[in-house]
């Protein structure tokens, strides 16, 4: 009973260091969350009410505080009628979310296999969208077009976005080093302010990135520009280095953290809503 007793003791000691951590630890994840689904809005309009009712309480305004009081169960209607977009995107990935995931990483020769694919392509003029799952489940995704659990090679991606086939107009998904599924259909953006030139492809690509933590590749038919779209933005016209870059460090596990730190050479292009590269002069 006494090693018991000293176990009992030395998890009372550890309780409140236990309690924080994990404490923090979910505050983190849930802004992560919010950030990714762009939900930080309603983060920011609550705090402001409360910021409200803190005063009113503080400085005694009984009118105020009991106006604000009236309205609360009304606001929060309201809140979730205008965010529902949003909500159901957080309530999508908490549901999806695969804390216990593979490495679906892919290696380094596969990762330049696809954008040898996607140069090809470019220069053809033919239109190219590659998803690369990273932590959420995607199945729902993977289910809508042929499976073909195929090794990663540039013909055979350059085979099935070259032709008009069946599978040439959908997406192909790339997990766990295979090619698993081509011709699969993606959800559309629900953002306003995307450049009008854009086409399905690039829509569907900023939807993907808007419903999931997924790394997409796609190429435009129109310009043959090559592009990447995640956490919601579209990085437009990069080179086949900058592509093959932001994909090892977006795909390795620590990866996202590291990505954020280096896009000082990216910029926000404010009439189209999308994320571009700042060219160099000369």
Known sequence: MEWFQRLFHFYDLIRPVLDVAILAFLLYKAYDLLVKTQAVQLVKGAGFLALIYGIAFLFKLTTLQWLLTMLAPGLFIAI??????????IFIRLGQGDLFRPDTKPRI??????VTAA???????????????????????????????????????????????PLHDGAMVIQNSRIVSAGCFLPLSEQQDIR????????ASLGMSEQSDAVVLVVSEETGAISLAYESKLYYDL???????KLK??????????????????TLDTQSGVELPVKEEG
């Open 239 to 245: 080179s086949p280095l900058e592509i093959t870059r």
């Open 109 to 114: 020769g596969q990762l330049e296999a696809v």
């Open 249 to 266: 460090e977006l795909l390795d596990r620590g990866g996202r953290r590291k990505a954020v730190d280096q896009q000082q050479d990216i």
């Open 80 to 89: 979730a009628i205008v965010f529902q977009p949003e909500l159901r995107k």
């Open 196 to 203: 009008k030139s854009f086409g399905t492809r690039h829509r």
């Open 119 to 165: 140069e090809i392509l470019s220069q053809q003029r033919r239109g190219m969208l590659v998803v690369f799952p990273r932590k959420i489940n995607i199945k729902n995704i993977i289910e809508t077009g042929t499976r073909l659990n195929a090794d990663i090679s540039s013909s055979l991606i350059v085979a099935v976005f070259e032709f008009d086939g």
